[in-house]
Protein backbone atom coordinates (compact mmCIF):
# COMPACT_ATOMS: atom_id res chain seq x y z
CA UNK A 1 0.00 0.00 0.00
CA UNK A 2 2.84 2.46 0.69
CA UNK A 3 4.24 2.47 -3.09
CA UNK A 4 0.68 3.84 -4.22
CA UNK A 5 0.23 6.32 -1.88
CA UNK A 6 3.83 7.56 -2.62
CA UNK A 7 2.99 7.88 -6.36
CA UNK A 8 -0.41 9.24 -5.43
CA UNK A 9 1.39 12.27 -3.29
CA UNK A 10 3.91 12.57 -6.07
CA UNK A 11 0.87 12.96 -8.49
CA UNK A 12 -0.65 15.28 -6.14
CA UNK A 13 2.34 17.70 -5.83
CA UNK A 14 3.10 17.59 -9.79
CA UNK A 15 -0.27 18.53 -10.43
CA UNK A 16 -0.18 21.02 -7.81
CA UNK A 17 3.46 22.62 -9.10
CA UNK A 18 2.09 22.69 -12.42
CA UNK A 19 -0.82 24.31 -12.10
CA UNK A 20 0.93 27.04 -9.78
CA UNK A 21 3.36 27.26 -12.51
CA UNK A 22 1.10 28.29 -15.22
CA UNK A 23 -1.45 29.98 -12.83
CA UNK A 24 1.58 32.59 -11.38
CA UNK A 25 4.16 32.91 -14.31
CA UNK A 26 2.45 35.41 -16.09
CA UNK A 27 1.66 37.49 -13.18
CA UNK A 28 4.92 36.91 -11.82
CA UNK A 29 6.44 38.36 -15.51
CA UNK A 30 3.97 41.14 -14.91
CA UNK A 31 5.44 42.36 -11.29
CA UNK A 32 8.81 41.95 -12.50
CA UNK A 33 8.23 44.28 -14.89
CA UNK A 34 6.38 46.50 -12.37
CA UNK A 35 9.39 46.51 -10.08
CA UNK A 36 11.66 47.59 -12.72
CA UNK A 37 9.63 50.88 -13.17
CA UNK A 38 8.95 51.36 -9.46
CA UNK A 39 11.74 52.71 -7.43
CA UNK A 40 11.83 51.78 -3.72
CA UNK A 41 12.43 53.62 -0.58
CA UNK A 42 16.16 54.92 -1.26
CA UNK A 43 18.90 55.32 1.35
CA UNK A 44 20.55 58.65 2.47
CA UNK A 45 22.78 59.46 -0.13
CA UNK A 46 25.23 60.65 2.39
CA UNK A 47 25.85 57.92 4.94
CA UNK A 48 25.15 58.53 8.78
CA UNK A 49 27.97 59.05 11.28
CA UNK A 50 28.29 56.57 13.92
CA UNK A 51 25.74 56.77 16.84
CA UNK A 52 23.74 59.04 14.78
CA UNK A 53 19.89 58.29 14.32
CA UNK A 54 18.54 57.55 11.03
CA UNK A 55 15.57 56.31 9.90
CA UNK A 56 16.29 53.52 6.60
CA UNK A 57 14.64 50.56 5.56
CA UNK A 58 16.27 47.60 7.24
CA UNK A 59 16.33 44.37 5.67
CA UNK A 60 16.14 41.41 7.40
CA UNK A 61 19.14 38.43 7.41
CA UNK A 62 18.49 34.96 7.70
CA UNK A 63 20.65 32.12 8.17
CA UNK A 64 23.01 33.09 5.15
CA UNK A 65 23.28 36.44 5.13
CA UNK A 66 25.78 36.11 1.92
CA UNK A 67 22.82 34.25 0.29
CA UNK A 68 20.29 36.98 0.65
CA UNK A 69 22.97 39.60 -1.15
CA UNK A 70 23.05 37.04 -3.89
CA UNK A 71 19.84 36.29 -3.81
CA UNK A 72 18.52 40.58 -4.18
CA UNK A 73 20.86 40.16 -7.08
CA UNK A 74 18.70 38.05 -9.14
CA UNK A 75 15.02 38.34 -10.86
CA UNK A 76 14.28 34.88 -8.93
CA UNK A 77 15.70 36.16 -5.34
CA UNK A 78 13.62 39.51 -5.74
CA UNK A 79 10.34 37.58 -6.65
CA UNK A 80 11.35 34.84 -4.05
CA UNK A 81 10.98 38.51 -1.36
CA UNK A 82 8.21 39.47 -3.09
CA UNK A 83 6.68 36.68 -2.63
CA UNK A 84 7.47 36.17 0.89
CA UNK A 85 7.03 39.74 1.81
CA UNK A 86 3.38 39.35 0.38
CA UNK A 87 2.62 36.49 2.56
CA UNK A 88 3.06 37.79 5.17
CA UNK A 89 5.22 35.29 6.85
CA UNK A 90 8.77 36.43 8.86
CA UNK A 91 11.18 34.80 7.17
CA UNK A 92 13.69 35.50 4.63
CA UNK A 93 14.87 34.38 1.42
CA UNK A 94 17.84 32.07 2.33
CA UNK A 95 15.75 30.77 4.69
CA UNK A 96 13.08 29.13 1.94
CA UNK A 97 15.93 27.91 0.06
CA UNK A 98 18.17 26.30 2.67
CA UNK A 99 14.45 24.87 3.77
CA UNK A 100 14.14 23.74 0.11
CA UNK A 101 17.23 21.99 -0.23
CA UNK A 102 16.79 19.81 3.26
CA UNK A 103 13.71 19.03 2.10
CA UNK A 104 14.86 18.07 -1.90
CA UNK A 105 17.28 16.04 -0.20
CA UNK A 106 14.53 14.49 2.28
CA UNK A 107 12.28 13.37 -0.28
CA UNK A 108 14.89 11.98 -2.46
CA UNK A 109 15.73 9.96 0.26
CA UNK A 110 12.65 8.37 0.89
CA UNK A 111 11.82 8.04 -2.46
CA UNK A 112 14.79 6.24 -2.76
CA UNK A 113 14.18 3.55 -0.19
CA UNK A 114 10.72 3.20 -1.25
CA UNK A 115 10.63 3.40 -4.67
CA UNK A 116 12.31 1.29 -7.24
CA UNK A 117 12.23 3.50 -9.99
CA UNK A 118 15.51 4.78 -11.89
CA UNK A 119 14.08 8.87 -12.09
CA UNK A 120 12.00 8.36 -8.83
CA UNK A 121 14.65 9.81 -6.02
CA UNK A 122 14.65 12.98 -8.85
CA UNK A 123 11.05 13.42 -9.00
CA UNK A 124 11.14 13.26 -4.98
CA UNK A 125 13.38 15.76 -4.98
CA UNK A 126 11.86 18.36 -7.15
CA UNK A 127 8.39 17.66 -5.04
CA UNK A 128 9.70 18.01 -1.97
CA UNK A 129 12.33 21.06 -2.69
CA UNK A 130 9.11 22.79 -4.41
CA UNK A 131 6.26 22.45 -0.93
CA UNK A 132 8.24 25.69 0.66
CA UNK A 133 7.75 27.66 -2.50
CA UNK A 134 4.50 26.20 -2.88
CA UNK A 135 3.76 27.05 1.05
CA UNK A 136 4.64 30.36 0.54
CA UNK A 137 2.44 31.04 -2.34
CA UNK A 138 -0.31 29.49 -0.88
CA UNK A 139 -0.73 31.50 1.89
CA UNK A 140 0.02 34.63 -0.26
CA UNK A 141 -2.88 33.77 -1.98
CA UNK A 142 -4.76 33.30 1.38
CA UNK A 143 -3.51 37.08 2.56
CA UNK A 144 -4.72 38.38 -0.53
CA UNK A 145 -7.99 36.93 -0.26
CA UNK A 146 -8.22 38.50 3.14
CA UNK A 147 -7.28 41.47 2.30
CA UNK A 148 -9.62 41.41 -0.59
CA UNK A 149 -12.65 40.60 1.41
CA UNK A 150 -11.75 43.72 3.94
CA UNK A 151 -10.71 46.11 1.33
CA UNK A 152 -14.61 47.12 1.02
CA UNK A 153 -14.66 47.97 4.78
CA UNK A 154 -11.65 49.81 4.59
CA UNK A 155 -12.89 52.31 1.83
CA UNK A 156 -15.32 52.54 3.77
CA UNK A 157 -13.81 53.87 7.01
CA UNK A 158 -11.49 56.17 4.63
CA UNK A 159 -14.73 57.65 3.22
CA UNK A 160 -16.44 58.36 6.68
CA UNK A 161 -13.29 59.94 7.97
CA UNK A 162 -12.84 62.10 4.86
CA UNK A 163 -16.74 62.93 5.30
CA UNK A 164 -16.04 63.78 8.60
CA UNK A 165 -13.28 66.46 8.00
CA UNK A 166 -10.29 64.68 8.33
CA UNK A 167 -6.93 64.72 5.98
CA UNK A 168 -6.66 61.51 3.56
CA UNK A 169 -3.42 61.14 5.53
CA UNK A 170 -4.83 61.26 8.71
CA UNK A 171 -7.62 58.71 7.06
CA UNK A 172 -4.95 56.47 6.19
CA UNK A 173 -4.09 55.75 10.14
CA UNK A 174 -7.04 55.78 11.50
CA UNK A 175 -7.70 52.59 8.90
CA UNK A 176 -4.51 51.57 9.87
CA UNK A 177 -5.55 51.71 13.58
CA UNK A 178 -9.02 50.15 13.40
CA UNK A 179 -8.56 47.42 11.02
CA UNK A 180 -6.96 43.91 11.55
CA UNK A 181 -4.43 42.47 9.34
CA UNK A 182 -3.74 42.47 6.66
CA UNK A 183 -5.32 45.43 5.78
CA UNK A 184 -4.48 47.35 8.94
CA UNK A 185 -0.38 46.75 8.67
CA UNK A 186 -0.65 47.12 4.94
CA UNK A 187 -1.91 50.82 5.70
CA UNK A 188 0.26 51.14 8.59
CA UNK A 189 3.28 50.86 5.84
CA UNK A 190 2.06 53.18 3.64
CA UNK A 191 1.15 55.75 6.22
CA UNK A 192 4.37 55.45 7.93
CA UNK A 193 6.52 55.63 4.54
CA UNK A 194 4.72 58.86 3.90
CA UNK A 195 4.36 60.25 7.46
CA UNK A 196 8.72 59.80 7.37
CA UNK A 197 8.92 61.74 4.10
CA UNK A 198 7.86 59.86 1.00
CA UNK A 199 5.68 60.66 -1.20
CA UNK A 200 2.43 60.06 -1.04
CA UNK A 201 1.98 59.36 -4.47
CA UNK A 202 5.58 56.84 -3.92
CA UNK A 203 3.60 55.41 -0.80
CA UNK A 204 0.78 54.38 -2.11
CA UNK A 205 2.63 53.23 -5.64
CA UNK A 206 4.32 50.90 -3.22
CA UNK A 207 1.02 49.75 -1.51
CA UNK A 208 0.23 48.45 -5.09
CA UNK A 209 3.35 45.95 -5.10
CA UNK A 210 3.06 45.05 -1.69
CA UNK A 211 -1.05 44.02 -2.42
CA UNK A 212 -1.09 43.33 -5.89
CA UNK A 213 -4.80 42.94 -6.66
CA UNK A 214 -6.80 44.98 -9.17
CA UNK A 215 -9.12 46.96 -6.74
CA UNK A 216 -6.10 48.23 -4.64
CA UNK A 217 -4.83 49.51 -8.12
CA UNK A 218 -8.08 51.40 -8.83
CA UNK A 219 -7.96 52.95 -5.33
CA UNK A 220 -4.71 53.90 -5.68
CA UNK A 221 -5.73 55.68 -9.25
CA UNK A 222 -8.89 57.04 -8.09
CA UNK A 223 -7.00 58.97 -5.09
CA UNK A 224 -4.24 59.82 -7.27
CA UNK A 225 -6.64 61.56 -10.29
CA UNK A 226 -8.52 63.01 -7.37
CA UNK A 227 -5.51 65.06 -5.90
CA UNK A 228 -4.44 66.59 -9.32
CA UNK A 229 -8.27 66.94 -10.62
CA UNK A 230 -10.42 67.59 -7.83
CA UNK A 231 -13.50 65.92 -7.04
CA UNK A 232 -15.87 64.25 -4.03
CA UNK A 233 -13.21 61.44 -2.75
CA UNK A 234 -15.34 60.36 0.23
CA UNK A 235 -18.04 59.67 -3.33
CA UNK A 236 -15.72 57.85 -5.30
CA UNK A 237 -14.68 55.97 -1.72
CA UNK A 238 -18.13 54.74 -1.92
CA UNK A 239 -18.51 54.12 -5.68
CA UNK A 240 -15.39 52.10 -5.37
CA UNK A 241 -16.52 50.28 -2.29
CA UNK A 242 -20.11 49.17 -3.47
CA UNK A 243 -18.07 48.06 -7.27
CA UNK A 244 -16.09 45.58 -4.83
CA UNK A 245 -18.91 44.30 -3.01
CA UNK A 246 -20.79 43.50 -6.41
CA UNK A 247 -17.92 42.15 -7.95
CA UNK A 248 -17.78 39.78 -4.90
CA UNK A 249 -21.45 38.85 -5.18
CA UNK A 250 -20.89 38.06 -8.82
CA UNK A 251 -17.85 35.68 -8.25
CA UNK A 252 -19.80 33.87 -5.26
CA UNK A 253 -22.65 33.31 -8.06
CA UNK A 254 -20.22 32.02 -10.43
CA UNK A 255 -18.37 29.65 -7.86
CA UNK A 256 -21.73 28.37 -7.45
CA UNK A 257 -22.59 26.96 -10.93
CA UNK A 258 -18.48 25.87 -11.52
CA UNK A 259 -19.05 23.76 -8.32
CA UNK A 260 -20.43 20.40 -10.72
CA UNK A 261 -17.06 21.07 -12.49
CA UNK A 262 -14.38 21.45 -10.03
CA UNK A 263 -16.04 18.54 -8.21
CA UNK A 264 -15.42 16.58 -10.88
CA UNK A 265 -11.85 17.65 -11.73
CA UNK A 266 -11.33 16.62 -7.81
CA UNK A 267 -13.02 13.30 -8.21
CA UNK A 268 -11.26 12.68 -11.90
CA UNK A 269 -7.88 13.66 -10.11
CA UNK A 270 -8.40 11.01 -7.13
CA UNK A 271 -10.34 8.02 -8.77
CA UNK A 272 -7.14 6.16 -10.25
CA UNK A 273 -4.73 6.69 -7.07
CA UNK A 274 -7.86 5.05 -5.09
CA UNK A 275 -8.12 2.99 -7.53
CA UNK A 276 -4.45 2.07 -7.19
CA UNK A 277 -4.78 1.67 -3.43
CA UNK A 278 -7.68 -0.75 -3.57
CA UNK A 279 -6.54 -3.00 -5.73
CA UNK A 280 -3.12 -3.14 -4.01
CA UNK A 281 -5.34 -4.36 -0.95
CA UNK A 282 -7.15 -7.16 -3.18
CA UNK A 283 -4.53 -8.67 -5.41
CA UNK A 284 -1.33 -7.28 -4.21
CA UNK A 285 0.38 -9.18 -6.48
CA UNK A 286 -1.31 -7.92 -9.83
CA UNK A 287 -0.40 -4.63 -8.85
CA UNK A 288 3.10 -4.99 -8.09
CA UNK A 289 3.78 -5.88 -12.06
CA UNK A 290 2.55 -2.21 -12.40
CA UNK A 291 5.83 -0.87 -10.35
CA UNK A 292 8.38 -2.70 -11.04
CA UNK A 293 8.18 -3.77 -14.79
CA UNK A 294 9.42 -1.00 -17.24
CA UNK A 295 6.04 -0.85 -19.21
CA UNK A 296 4.06 -0.29 -15.81
CA UNK A 297 6.28 2.60 -14.75
CA UNK A 298 5.79 3.88 -18.57
CA UNK A 299 2.16 3.52 -18.32
CA UNK A 300 2.21 5.55 -14.75
CA UNK A 301 4.12 8.09 -16.07
CA UNK A 302 2.15 8.70 -18.87
CA UNK A 303 -1.04 8.67 -16.25
CA UNK A 304 0.60 11.73 -14.19
CA UNK A 305 1.00 13.42 -16.99
CA UNK A 306 -2.46 13.02 -18.56
CA UNK A 307 -4.38 13.79 -15.06
CA UNK A 308 -1.82 16.71 -15.08
CA UNK A 309 -3.67 17.98 -18.06
CA UNK A 310 -6.63 17.32 -17.36
CA UNK A 311 -6.95 18.64 -14.17
CA UNK A 312 -5.46 21.67 -15.77
CA UNK A 313 -7.72 21.71 -18.68
CA UNK A 314 -10.78 21.32 -16.04
CA UNK A 315 -9.60 23.91 -14.08
CA UNK A 316 -9.35 26.53 -17.08
CA UNK A 317 -12.55 25.81 -18.19
CA UNK A 318 -14.31 26.34 -14.77
CA UNK A 319 -12.25 29.41 -13.98
CA UNK A 320 -14.29 32.78 -15.32
CA UNK A 321 -12.34 36.19 -14.43
CA UNK A 322 -14.82 38.62 -12.94
Same mark, same amino acid.
Given at each position: ??????????????? *???????????????????????????????????????????????????????????????????? *???????????????????????????????????????????????????????????????????????????????????????????????????????FKKAFDQQNFGLPLREALHQLTVRVPILDVRFFV??????????????????????????????????????????????????????????????????????????????????????????????????????
Amino acid at each position: MLVPLIVFFLGIGLV *IGAYALFTYLPGAMARRELDRRLRDVGTPIHPAAEGDSIIVKRTAEGPLPSLDRMASKTSAGTWLSRV *IEQSGIRTTASAVLVLSVVAAAVAALLTAMFVRFQYAPLLGAMLGGALPIAFLIQRRAARLKRFEEQFPEALDLLSRAIRAGHAFQTALGMVADELGAPVGPEFKKAFDQQNFGLPLREALHQLTVRVPILDVRFFVTAVLIQRETGGNLSEILDNLAHVVRERFKILRQVRVHTAHGRFTGYVLLALPAALGVALSIINPAHMETLFHEHMGQTMLLVAMVLQTVGYLWIRKVIRIEV
